[in-house]
């Protein structure tokens, strides 16, 4: 699997950023520094996520997005070689 959880809530992040907050010094490193946290980030299942704007608190700004972990596995099955 080459698509990670987080890849919708960093896509979003991205471009609110980019629409709303090129004028904050470093806003790249927002971006990625998120996108670090979320991959060392435990979740479980039935979780919900909420990322919020990371300038929320100094204009107010009141982006965010949520997301609904659902862990789910499907055609697992354990196979003995041996």
Request: with cysteine; net charge negative; aromatic share 14%.
């Amino acid at each position: 699997m080459s698509d990670v959880w987080y890849k919708p809530f960093m896509a979003a992040l991205r471009e609110h950023i980019e629409q709303n907050h090129t004028d904050q010094e470093y806003y790249w490193d927002e971006i990625r520094m998120t996108s670090e946290e979320y991959a060392y980030m435990e979740v479980g299942d039935d979780e919900k996520i909420t990322l919020r704007c990371p300038w929320r608190e100094h204009c107010s700004c009141d982006w965010e997005i949520e997301g609904h972990i659902v862990i789910s596995l499907r055609n697992f099955k354990v196979v003995n070689h041996g």
